[in-house]
């Protein structure tokens, strides 16, 4: 295992440098950590002895995730004045009524270092100003900024914590009276930044075409799981995604890219222009990876792919716990902070759980009964399923107090419908919102929403209310990975 995945024991090292700085940032300081990275440098160098090279690379890497983590923190918050202050800034998601109250994301440029805050307006139920307010809207405000406050409830979901892995520095509330309108320059921002802007704002011009062609109802469905804008999903539609189990399709995720990703397979010369092929399927899933904001899930998703792609080119194994850990790093190195956004642990946590649990369900299948190639698919697509629950359940417990019942049943329908739906919607959007694709959009949308409804409304549909803290979850890890070695070492020692 380690010698044939070295990058593994990179990454698990890394990650422990993460979390480590993160929890001493008030006792190791980021000088520190620093001079560590070139002491293990200048030992690795000077040193000629195998395993002490090994060691000090390895002191090295857990270093250099500690101190990556500190100049993300130190830069993720900064200090605000205690006053109000006029700033200028630019929308960078869709305003989402709660309530009394509308929130965005909104990106302060008139600041010497540009920063993202979660901005809350009151609403104005007279002029309804706040209405006409959309990404890429530049606005003039007048408000205090604050850090970021932990929302006080009962789960274990860190809020502060969270809008941090985001990108989010702060938080201000704006009286209904405190901004207007305005057009803002943004031309001094990095080139990422204003082509951040520019997608965002061609996705809500997408989302905006689907308010007038599609089906009112089917909209938020359709926008979240073709571009990943959930702002108008309904707290109904998505409690009952949860308690059916298909809460991953509404959230963007290798799902997703793999249903892309097998499309562009299918309609892709494989034999012949092998190089080109791939070269079109890596440029389009990363087109559409930036065109919904690149989620890390779906970040990890394509460099994945990116790497079988290139794999196959040269024809290489292409994936493998060394993959993984690859993507992991990578995504690690530019926000370490990632670490600690649930859809990261649990986008990886579904690969990994994949790769060790679906080879054995899988095989449990006879041989005889794979030759029917619906039940070989069906069994297979359950497999995968049942296996991905395994390292994901304690965290989904953990996070949201919940376990769905009837999960298997929730996929076995809803992936094929999703499958079809996300096809559709791309034959909408490149077609220019014909009216075959339109009717297939609606159809397929409608019946997704029917069939999860139905089987959330089943019996004991979902187990609620699980408490389970930290070192319980903890401790079903433990248990899990003890059985799964034990397992598989018998299963050595027998075929042996």
């Not at 007048?142 to 914590?161: R, W």
């Not at 107090?401 to 996300?422: D, G, H, K």
């Amino acid at each position: 295992m380690w010698q044939l995945n070295p990058l593994v024991r990179v990454c698990i090292v890394f990650i422990l440098g993460i979390i480590v700085g993160y929890y001493t940032m008030n006792w190791i300081g980021e000088r520190i950590w620093l001079a560590a990275i070139v002491l293990s440098i200048v030992i690795y160098f000077l040193w000629r002895r195998i395993s002490v090279q090994s060691i000090a690379l390895l002191i090295g890497i857990f270093c250099l995730g500690g101190w990556l983590t500190q100049r993300e923190l130190i830069r993720l918050q900064p200090k605000f004045p205690s006053d109000d202050i006029v700033y200028e800034g630019v929308l960078l998601s869709q305003p989402t009524e709660r309530g009394r109250v509308v929130h965005f994301n909104l990106l302060i440029t008139s600041q010497n270092t540009p920063i993202t805050v979660r901005a809350t307006i009151l609403r104005d139920t007279i002029t309804c100003r706040y209405q006409r307010l959309s990404v890429g809207d530049g606005i003039i405000v007048s408000s205090t900024l604050e850090k970021p406050l932990n929302v006080q409830s009962n789960s274990n979901f860190n809020y502060s914590l969270w809008l941090l892995t985001q990108g989010i520095s702060g938080q201000t509330f704006i009286h209904d009276t405190a901004w207007k309108k305005a057009r803002v320059d943004y031309s001094h921002l990095s080139k990422w930044t204003k082509l951040k802007i520019e997608l965002l704002k061609r996705r809500q011009r997408i989302v905006h075409n689907m308010h007038l062609l599609l089906d009112e109802q089917i909209v938020p469905l359709v926008a979240a799981i073709s571009l990943g804008e959930r702002s108008a999903l309904s707290k109904e539609i998505r409690e009952e995604f949860s308690i059916a189990g298909a809460s991953h399709i509404l959230a963007l995720s290798g799902l997703h890219l793999g249903i892309l990703y097998f499309f562009l397979v299918l309609i892709l010369p494989q034999r012949r222009l092998r190089m080109v092929s791939a070269a079109i399927i890596i440029a389009s899933l990363w087109a559409f990876a930036f065109l919904v904001g690149l989620p890390v899930s779906i970040i990890r998703a394509t460099l994945m792919i990116t790497v079988a792609e290139i794999a196959r080119v040269i024809q290489r194994k292409s994936l493998s716990y060394n993959t993984l850990s690859f993507c992991a790093i990578v995504i690690l190195v530019a926000n370490p902070l990632a670490l600690w956004d649930i859809g990261f642990q649990l986008s990886f946590l579904a690969v990994l759980s994949i790769f060790i649990y679906q080879p054995f369900f899988y095989n449990l299948l006879p041989k005889t009964v794979k030759k029917i190639k619906i039940i070989d698919w069906t069994y297979g697509m359950m497999s995968v399923s049942l296996a991905a629950q395994i390292l994901t359940a304690p965290l989904v417990m953990f996070y949201f107090e919940r376990f769905s019942v009837y999960f298997l049943l929730t996929n076995i329908i809803i992936i094929p419908l999703s499958y079809f739906l996300l096809l559709s919607c791309c034959c909408w959007i490149v077609t220019d919102a014909r009216f075959f694709t339109t009717m297939l959009v609606n159809k397929f949308a409608a019946t997704m929403l029917f069939c999860v409804q139905k089987i959330s409304n089943l019996p004991c549909a979902s187990i609620e209310s699980i408490q389970l803290n930290l070192i319980e979850c903890v401790a079903c890890y433990i248990i899990i990975s003890s059985i799964t070695f034990i397992f598989y070492r018998y299963r050595q020692q027998t075929q042996i």
